[in-house]
């Protein structure tokens, strides 16, 4: 079963907009992370946040994390074309060496 | 520097057949963990090893083992397999984040992709 869900399920923006996504998940967290994969390929570590942090930029990324929402966003400002694939919420909540469990994704087009 | 390499990267097998999958880790991770992603959905996990032990399993069905050798390498085995099993198997790599113990920041393969007639 999946731990989180995002929100929205695919998601259509122009190049140069900003694009956010929402993440919920269902029981207390370790860390947080965000991983983007292009068409059916391997996943690609973009950003973690750890639960006593709430909000992290790296780039053109920003994720806020709130754990009494057990939820977590993720903005991606000024869309690139190359921007497009799906991206996944993924938590890690009992830390070590446990399983990190993935949301459902976004599906992000941007176009050109 | 090597990333994670996966084999088979394509395959198919009838009902009821058996499959090895492999991935070799980073140089220096010692933890794999594996994946199978359904065409649409996200990556559901299935094992991960540490040190060649078994970590953390998610919710399968025995025909599915796998083990990890001394050298950190893997291989997921399907047994009985099943038009359902068709997906994609991720094998992913990880070690700790400095400064976030206990983080599991995973490096992943192309994966394998298996197809069951």
């Known amino acids: 079963s999946q731990q989180g869900e995002e929100d929205p399920q695919a998601l259509s923006i122009q190049e140069g907009e900003n694009a956010t996504m929402n993440c919920s998940y269902k029981t207390s967290i370790n860390n947080l992370q965000w991983y983007r994969q292009n068409s059916g390929r391997g996943l690609v570590h973009l950003i973690l946040i750890r639960s006593n942090e709430r909000e992290k930029h790296s780039g053109r990324l920003r994720v806020t994390l709130d754990t009494s929402k057990k939820s977590s966003s993720l903005l991606i400002t000024a869309s690139r074309a190359a921007d497009t694939a799906s991206y996944f919420c993924a938590t890690d909540w009992n830390g070590g060496y446990q399983k990190v469990t993935f949301g459902t994704g976004t599906k992000l087009q941007v176009i050109p | 520097d090597a990333g994670v390499t996966q084999s088979p990267t394509h395959l198919i097998k009838t009902r009821g057949q058996q499959v090895t999958l492999r991935c070799s880790p980073i140089?220096?991770?010692?933890?794999v963990s594996w994946y199978q992603q359904v065409l649409g959905q996200g990556p559901q996990f299935i094992f991960q090893?540490?040190?060649?032990?078994?970590?953390g399993r998610g919710n399968f069905p025995d025909r599915f083992s796998a083990r990890q050798f001394p050298n950190y390498s893997s291989e997921l085995n399907v047994n009985a397999l099943l038009l359902g099993d068709s997906a994609l198997y991720l094998c992913?790599?990880?070690?700790?984040?400095?400064?976030?113990?206990?983080?599991?920041?995973?490096?992943f393969g192309a994966g394998s992709r298996l197809t069951v007639l």
């Open positions: 992913a790599s990880s070690t700790e984040v400095q400064g976030a113990p206990g983080a599991n920041v995973l490096t």
């Open positions: 090893y540490y040190e060649k032990e078994e970590r």
């Open positions: 140089s220096g991770h010692k933890s």
